[in-house]
């Protein structure tokens, strides 16, 4: 087997010898490469932010912005990698780094090379038309200096015809197969499911969102780390009757495959972390990780998605109401993993996904909420709602659904269900919220979801 390497600013550089825990962050400054910082070690600020090229549709490819903190060193054997440094020269600044210095928006500069690497991304996104400034929300800038940062992302506009970090994306290398005894990328399904009977103390990841916090802050080592990002039978899409979603896709994948043909996600992808935890994280992480607070769940509930599994005995499907079985626990059995998400393509009337948090953008629920409900002639004929934060596990709001479905869409009816609602779940006091707290925004959900609803919705059944 070849030695792995990486492609880093237009230079090949050698991962013999990296351990598989060992971060690009550390790799990278292991190399000279001091750009990128810690700052968090967890995804929330930014200051590590790398591009790498990926591919966009059936050919060509476009750099996307990654915590280089939460990415294993290994998972980019084979990629092209653009640090601050690989973007321009003092004496040729690139167009981000230029903005960012004629406007003000470096000062202590720490977060700097972040934040250049994520607005350089954006700048180059194959679609784009206006800056979206959600590409920069996964960066903290410490010395609140955002007025003149914005002024410098939106000042961007179009990359010339001969740069050639546009050439270098259009054609972006793969992952490559990796087979060492601590690190393995498998080729196939069938492959990484010989490898999981082989070795059960497997560890997969795909983003690696969660893994890379556990190795960061918690010094979690796994006996073998087994990348499925790139694996083809994870990374289908179906858009028709019914909505297949790959276990592999990243969240900005989906939700640009999806275009906006589920309501209930759109208003969830906005409120998941941040951008550049969206460009990495997957469905297939969300749920494989069982977390209680994660956001998907609620919306997949609501949804009534089934979650595809498949093992070496071959393919099955579980409800995803029956997946979670206990706190971090799941139905996936020895040597199974998880391929695809899968729901009925339906439009109901009214959808929400309420996300309470102490911040309003990248941060963890203290309670999620999310709807699906059908209303026919100002009753409601159909109550689906998935719940977080309340429970040892995501689960449905059922005692609240049966509330509701028969009922008049109407003030009364929403009061009445609001008190079910908020006595779901067995919430609990933590830190980040207490459980008379997290009943009260149960109720409040409710109502709100009422109350914001568009007038002729409010009226009906009245």
């Known amino acids: 087997m070849d030695v792995p390497k990486v492609t880093v600013n237009d230079e090949q550089r050698s991962l013999d010898g990296v351990a598989a825990y060992v971060s690009t962050l550390a790799w990278l400054r292991s190399g000279g490469l001091t750009g990128v910082k810690e700052g968090c070690a967890e995804g929330e600020c930014g200051a590590c932010a790398v591009m790498v090229a990926r591919p966009h549709g059936d050919d060509g490819g476009e750099w996307t912005a990654l915590n280089s903190c939460l990415v294993p060193a290994l998972a ?23 903005e960012m210095a004629v406007r003000g928006g470096s000062q202590c500069g720490y977060c700097t090379p972040g934040f250049v690497c994520s607005m350089a991304a954006e700048y180059y996104r194959p679609t784009r038309t206006d800056f979206d400034l959600h590409a920069i929300a996964g960066n903290l800038c410490r010395c609140t200096g955002y007025r003149p940062i914005r002024d410098a992302a939106l000042a961007l506009g179009t990359p010339d015809d001969d740069d050639p970090l546009v050439a270098r994306a259009a054609a972006p290398s793969r992952p490559a197969a990796v087979r060492r005894p601590d690190f393995v990328r498998p080729a196939s399904l069938p492959e990484l499911l010989d490898l999981l009977a082989e070795r059960p ?11 890379g916090v556990e190795a960061n802050l918690r010094g979690s080592r796994a006996p073998v780390l087994v990348a499925i990002d790139a694996l083809p039978e ?6 028709g009757e019914s909505v297949r979603i790959g276990a592999a896709l990243s969240l900005t994948e989906v939700e640009r495959r999806l275009d906006g043909a589920v309501p209930l996600l759109d208003q969830l992808f906005w409120q998941f972390a941040s951008r550049l935890i969206r460009n990495a994280a997957t469905l297939g992480g969300n749920l494989g990780t069982a977390s209680p607070i994660g956001d998907s769940p609620p919306a997949l509930l609501a949804l009534e998605a089934d979650v595809v599994i498949a093992g070496r005995d071959g393919v099955r499907e579980v409800p995803l109401a029956e997946f979670f079985t206990g706190y971090r626990e799941t139905a996936l059995g020895a040597g199974e993993v998880i391929t695809a998400v899968r729901f009925a393509r339906r439009r109901p009337t009214l ?4 996300k309470i948090a102490k911040r309003r953008l990248d941060d ?20 689906r709602i998935g719940l977080g934060g309340v429970a040892a596990t995501p689960l449905r709001a059922l005692a609240t659904e049966a509330a509701l479905e028969g009922e008049p869409w109407n003030p009364d009816t929403v009061e009445r269900a609001a008190r079910v609602l908020a006595g779901e779940g067995t919430p609990m006091d933590d830190h980040r919220a207490s459980a008379a707290y997290r009943s009260a925004m149960l109720g409040q959900s409710l109502r709100r979801l009422f109350h914001e609803a568009r007038p002729e919705q409010q009226e009906v059944g009245a």
């Open 351 to 354: 959808t929400a996904f309420h």
């Open 76 to 98: 980019l054997s084979g990629c092209d990698v653009v640090t601050a440094e690989g973007l321009g020269t003092p004496e040729d600044l690139h167009p981000a780094q230029r």
């Open 234 to 239: 994870l990374r289908g899409f179906e858009l």
């Open 201 to 211: 103390e497997a560890v997969m990841v795909a983003g690696s969102t969660d893994w």
């Open 364 to 383: 963890i629920s203290s309670v999620a909420v999310a709807y699906a409900l059908d209303l026919e002639d100002g009753v409601v004929a159909r109550a």
